[in-house]
């Protein structure tokens, strides 16, 4: 199986930029659709964006779209999310997937998951 460890989670002030990455182990994440979601306290699990076995295929939330860039690195079978411009609003537990099915939005379509990292902007 594939297991995925979150990391890079931090206290940021509104319009600040944070990396946060995802680690693989277990099996090599080529061949799976990496995605990143999140959830706040009292919300629903959010997409956020995600990314094709190959890298060609991008996905993004409208919340975060144009700030918001993810990333992939086969060979270090790592995944990433660059995140600029941020808001209170993104606040959240941020988790990273692997899945081998197409729809990329749907968490249902997910077969591994991470613990998640904590993000938190400050106003």
């Known amino acids: 199986q594939v297991q995925l460890v979150e990391s890079g989670g931090a206290l940021v002030q509104a319009g600040g930029s944070l990396r946060i990455s995802c680690a693989a182990s277990?099996?090599?994440?080529?061949?799976?659709?990496m995605g990143w979601f999140r959830q706040a306290p009292g919300k629903e699990r959010e997409f956020v964006a995600a990314?094709?076995?190959?890298?060609?295929?991008?996905w993004y939330a409208e919340s975060v779209k144009g700030r918001f860039t993810i990333s992939r690195d086969n060979a270090k079978n790592t995944v990433d999310l660059q995140m600029n411009s941020l808001k209170p609003e993104d606040t959240a537990v941020y988790s990273c997937?692997?899945?081998?099915?197409?729809?990329?939005?749907?968490?249902?379509?997910?077969?591994?998951w991470g613990q998640g990292t904590q993000v938190t902007v400050s106003s």
């Open positions: 990314i094709s076995w190959s890298g060609g295929g991008l």
């Open positions: 277990g099996r090599t994440i080529s061949n799976y659709i």
């Open positions: 997937a692997a899945g081998l099915r197409a729809g990329v939005r749907s968490h249902r379509e997910y077969s591994y």
